[in-house]
């Protein structure tokens, strides 16, 4: 079923609606659909549908799936690749790591815009969602936004609940003020696309590690893999070329992956989105609540976006009241916010700290699977538990902090800086003190000081011939 938006006057629009959400990319649709399916008329509105054809997310992990399954979303999706896990090559010489989804779980990845074109027909299609496109919403207050075409009459609606989830840019909007804009430039995502069939272990997303930064690629249709290659801030100046790409990631990629990149980048233009880091806050007033990017961001290296987006939908509409949805989804996206950063400093980062966590990080999955296994579960947010990421990481540290003992105890005071991230998951203060409107609480402003400093190039950059 195509869409056919709904481009009449601003003027002819009802004014007798549940929900009004803004942003018709996956967190709104989702929004729009969970908040659909407990009975409220919804009015989805998107600005510029053509954005959807943007570098943005493409990996949807197992609970992902099943938010968008149960509404009958992914009902004639066509093309969507399953996916079972991830495999890590450390480049250390002990071979790639394995992790897959527990009890046999699935995801899938999907074009970015191919994905976001099949929500938007879907959505359209249920019988209490009226979809616009090439609308501008704005919020004006509590529980009322503005609607104006380009050139003609806008129009004042108001509702019981206003959904934000136009993206990292529509909070700016929703919530003005430093803590509508305070975030932390981590680094800069070079997007590929690759042309080949040649791709090892397929159904699973690759992450590369040796290189500047990590590449993380996955297959999105039978003839093409997405490439993302992260150039860290420290050394994004100069970073933009191809061949500056090629020189320094070369080296770290699978060879059945190698050559396809090669041909890809002398052939193809990369393109480019820019990584931060922004505390998640759930409400921006009485009666408007923030969705998905719009209310926070973190590192994409865990894949962890979309389904962040759909389960804060799915959160939205299952809760009473906005003090409910932003308490619950505070403390269901404290865990996945602490991992993914934890992740992305430990694989960047070449002090001696980062490299014995980097260490007990592979020997402890290489070891166990019941550790690769409550990875998964805290990757894929199927576990939000804090007890499960502080038993997680406690494990690490004491494996770096034993292992430096007997290497080169000089290590040791280093890795005392890395007992914060468990040390977060112990803070007594309660859920709503962290959604308060400056942000969130002690232990997310240290942990976001302290460990996401700029991290400069590593000591021994990787070349190819």
Not at 195 to 201: A, G, K, N, S, V
Not at 344 to 356: E, I, L, N, T
Request: charged fraction near 20%; glycine fraction near 10%.
């Amino acid at each position: 079923m195509k869409v056919t938006p709904k481009t009449v006057d601003v003027a002819d629009i009802g004014i007798d609606y549940d929900a009004i959400v803004i942003g018709a990319g996956p967190a709104g649709c989702g929004a729009a659909a969970c908040l659909a399916a407990r009975g409220s008329s919804v009015l989805l509105v998107e600005s510029a549908p053509r954005a959807a054809r943007r570098f943005a997310g493409e990996w949807i992990h197992p609970e992902g799936a099943r938010v968008l399954d149960s509404h009958g979303l992914l009902d004639g999706l066509p093309n969507r690749m399953e996916t079972r896990g991830f495999v890590v090559h450390p480049n250390d010489g002990f071979g790639e790591i394995h992790l897959d989804h527990p009890c046999e779980a699935r995801g899938f990845t999907i074009e970015h815009a191919a994905l976001v074109r099949h929500l938007r027909e879907r959505v359209a299609a249920l019988p209490n969602v009226d979809y616009l496109e090439g609308i501008r919403a704005e919020v004006l207050g509590a529980n009322t936004v503005g609607l104006a075409v380009r050139g003609g009459p806008g129009k004042r609606l108001s509702a019981e609940l206003v959904a934000v989830a136009g993206g990292r840019s529509a909070r700016r909007a929703a919530a003005p003020g430093p803590d509508g804009t305070e975030h932390v430039s981590i680094s800069l995502m070079a997007g590929l696309l690759v042309r080949t069939r040649d791709f090892p272990f397929d159904g699973f997303g690759h992450v590369m590690l040796g290189g500047p930064g990590p590449v993380l690629a996955y297959r999105i249709d039978e003839e093409q893999i997405r490439v993302c290659i992260d150039v860290p801030h420290a050394i994004r100046r100069g970073a933009h070329t191809p061949e500056w790409i090629w020189k320094s990631f070369a080296e770290v990629l699978p060879r059945g992956l190698r050559h396809g990149v090669r041909d890809a980048l002398s052939s193809a233009s990369l393109s480019w989105a820019a990584n931060v880091f922004r505390p998640r806050r759930y409400r921006a007033g009485r009666g408007v609540a923030l969705v998905g990017d719009a209310a926070g961001v973190f590192h994409p290296l865990t894949a962890m976006g979309i389904t962040m987006s759909l389960l804060d939908a799915e959160a939205l509409a299952a809760s009473k009241n906005l003090s409910a949805y932003a308490a619950a989804r505070a403390t269901a996206s404290y865990v996945p916010e602490l991992l993914s950063n934890a992740i992305y400093q430990a694989f960047v980062r070449d002090d001696p700290g980062a490299q014995a966590i980097r260490g007990a990080i592979f020997e402890t999955w290489r070891g166990s699977r019941a550790q690769r296994d409550l990875t998964m579960r805290l990757l894929g947010a199927s576990s939000t538990s804090r007890a499960d990421f502080f038993r997680a990481f406690t494990r690490v540290a004491l494996r770096a902090a034993g292992d430096a003992l007997v290497d080169d105890p000089k290590t040791l005071p280093e890795l005392a800086g890395w007992l914060r991230w468990p040390l977060a998951t112990l803070h007594p203060e309660p859920a709503a003190v962290r959604t308060r409107s400056l942000g969130w609480a002690a232990p997310q402003t240290w942990a976001r000081r302290a460990l996401f400093r700029p991290s400069g190039p590593r000591k021994e950059t990787l070349h190819a011939d």
